[in-house]
């Protein structure tokens, strides 16, 4: 009985720990994006557009792909054109339709942006080692199934 009893609170503490290393690693990131007016959302919307076709991604494509509603793909994506990050164009097939671009400032600043976030990311992750990383990939993994 003993033993049901540690390991329930050791399952307590375990999502105590995961929902406080969530936290920082938010706090983390967010300061990070707001040196170069970026939220994490909108960071998302960018990679997205960056990792899709020429003829840029549609607000429903967009939706799927970072996964939030179209009511917020809306909205972000106002946000970004009000910094002039994107541009909407008509789809050339259905005119109902716009196509969310990238501008040549977002193409800039991922340009820059990107290996200064990467290499923050990893020194923010300097206090694993390979091996720990990949062990708490692993283990991650195996919790979410």
């Given at each position: ?15 105590l ?13 967010q ?58 164009e ?8 716009y ?47």
């Amino acid at each position: 009985m003993v033993g049901i009893k540690n390991e329930k609170y050791l399952a307590v503490q375990t999502v105590l720990e995961l929902k406080k290393t969530s936290a920082w690693i938010e706090d983390v990131l967010q300061s990070h994006f707001a040196k170069y007016n970026l939220t994490y959302p909108k960071f998302r919307v960018l990679m997205q557009l960056k990792l899709g076709t020429e003829e840029g991604l549609t607000l429903s494509e967009l939706s799927k792909a970072v996964g939030v509603s179209n009511a917020n793909i809306t909205g972000l994506v106002d946000r970004l054109a009000r910094d002039n990050w994107v541009y909407r164009e008509p789809h050339p097939k259905d005119r109902r339709v716009y196509n969310v671009k990238l501008t040549e400032n977002a193409v800039s600043l991922l340009t820059t942006f990107l290996p200064l976030h990467n290499e923050y990311v990893f020194e923010s992750m300097s206090g694993l080692n390979l091996e720990e990383k990949q062990e708490l990939i692993r283990l991650l993994g195996k919790l979410k199934k």
